[in-house]
């Protein structure tokens, strides 16, 4: 039917009224996206056109150094380079073309704060962050194609009924709750 404060979607159906939040719904779709992606164990890796440097504090350069291999295993190609700082050459090739940069250091940041590592856990903590940066933020106007296209996505999902963080991305009214 339309969107409300730019945020949450209505819409309707023979049985009632759906209000779906616009970001909870986009994040669970390329949270699985995501997911799936990062589980295929496709090595395919994509070079950067220019390496990134990546400064860290002392301290975080210490971890991350113990911790280089999950990068390697993640299909990073990364290497120390000088004073606590390491070189980013080539990144899986899921991860999202736009806001690759940011991407990249939400991955080291995890990898630095993960004290003991769970791949399971891990996995789904990129997944998670990555669905956060990449989903439609509240407040920015979407077309009605476009929230048509969200929903029948949503409706595609393993789990189409909260966001990754567990919160609701639809409430339902009944026709009689009307
Ligand atoms: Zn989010
Ligand atoms: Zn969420």
Same mark, same amino acid.
């Given at each position: 039917?339309?969107?409300?404060?730019?945020?949450y979607?209505?819409?309707?159906?023979?049985d009632?009224?759906?209000?779906?939040?616009?970001?909870?719904?986009?994040?669970?779709?390329?949270?699985?996206?995501?997911?799936?992606?990062?589980g295929t164990?496709?090595?395919?890796?994509?070079?950067?056109?220019?390496?990134?440097?990546?400064?860290?504090?002392?301290?975080d350069?210490l971890v991350?150094?113990?911790k280089?291999?999950?990068?390697?295993?993640?299909?990073? *190609?990364?290497? *120390?380079?000088?004073?606590?700082t390491?070189?980013?050459?080539?990144?899986?090739?899921?991860?999202? *073309?736009?806001?690759?940069?940011?991407?990249?250091?939400?991955?080291?940041?995890i990898?630095?704060?993960e004290?003991?590592?769970?791949?399971?856990?891990?996995?789904?903590?990129?997944?998670i962050?990555?669905?956060?940066?990449?989903?439609?933020?509240?407040?920015?106007?979407?077309e009605?194609?476009?929230?048509?296209?969200?929903l029948?996505?949503?409706?595609?999902?393993?789990?189409?009924?909260?966001?990754?963080?567990?919160?609701?991305?639809?409430?339902?009214?009944?026709?009689?709750?009307?």
């Amino acid at each position: 039917v339309g969107l409300v404060h730019g945020t949450y979607i209505i819409a309707e159906n023979e049985d009632g009224m759906y209000i779906i939040d616009q970001h909870a719904a986009a994040e669970r779709i390329n949270y699985e996206k995501y997911l799936k992606k990062m589980g295929t164990h496709d090595d395919h890796m994509m070079d950067l056109l220019i390496p990134l440097k990546i400064e860290l504090s002392p301290q975080d350069f210490l971890v991350l150094k113990e911790k280089m291999q999950k990068l390697i295993d993640l299909n990073f *190609e990364v290497e *120390e380079f000088g004073i606590n700082t390491v070189l980013v050459r080539s990144h899986p090739y899921w991860l999202p *073309e736009q806001s690759l940069e940011e991407a990249i250091r939400k991955i080291i940041d995890i990898v630095i704060s993960e004290r003991e590592f769970d791949p399971y856990k891990f996995t789904e903590k990129v997944a998670i962050t990555l669905a956060c940066k990449m989903s439609i933020k509240a407040n920015d106007h979407m077309e009605l194609v476009a929230m048509e296209d969200l929903l029948e996505r949503l409706r595609n999902t393993d789990n189409p009924f909260t966001c990754p963080h567990g919160r609701p991305t639809i409430i339902a009214y009944s026709k009689y709750e009307l």
